[in-house]
C-alpha cells in the first residue's frame, strides 16, 4: 500500500557513492563563502535563498533534486552535519543548519554580520 510519502522514497547509497559525495560537498563549502544545499520544490529553501537575495548575499546554491548524486550528497550531509533536511546552509565553512536556524539568526540580528565576516556581503552596504 504505496502513499505520497512513498514516491519520495529514497535509494540507498552505497559507503563508496556517501563518501565521494561526502567529499564533493565538503569542496563546495569551503571554496564558497555561503553554500545552500536545496531542493527546487522546497517552499522552506525558497524562504532561505529570498532572505539571501534580498540581502545581496554572494551565495552558491546545489538543487539536490537536479543532480545525479543528489541522493547521495544528502546521505553525506545527513553523515557529517547531522542533518538531512533541506535547505542545508554553511556560512564561512561552519554548518548553520536548516531555515529555522538561518531565520533565527537573521531576527537576532546575527546573520548579516557572519555574512560580512565571510565577506558574502559588502560592508558598505549594510552599515
Known amino acids: 500500500m504505496g502513499g505520497i510519502l512513498s514516491s519520495f522514497s529514497k535509494r540507498s547509497c552505497s559507503e563508496a557513492e556517501t563518501k565521494m559525495a561526502l567529499e564533493k560537498a565538503q569542496n563546495l563549502v569551503s571554496s564558497n563563502p555561503v553554500m545552500v544545499f536545496s531542493k527546487t520544490y522546497c517552499g522552506f529553501c525558497d524562504r532561505v535563498k529570498k532572505l539571501l537575495k534580498q540581502l545581496d548575499a554572494n551565495f552558491q546554491v ?36 536548516g531555515c529555522d536556524a538561518v531565520m533565527e539568526k537573521h531576527n537576532q540580528g546575527q546573520l548579516v554580520p557572519m555574512l560580512i565576516e565571510v565577506k558574502a556581503v559588502n560592508a558598505e552596504q549594510k552599515a
Not at 547531522?82 to 565553512?93: K, L, S
Open 62 to 97: 546545489m538543487e539536490l533534486d537536479k543532480e545525479a548524486d543528489g541522493d547521495a550528497i544528502q546521505a553525506a550531509l545527513l553523515e557529517w552535519t547531522g542533518q538531512r533536511t533541506v535547505p542545508n546552509v554553511f556560512i564561512g565553512g561552519k554548518h548553520i543548519g
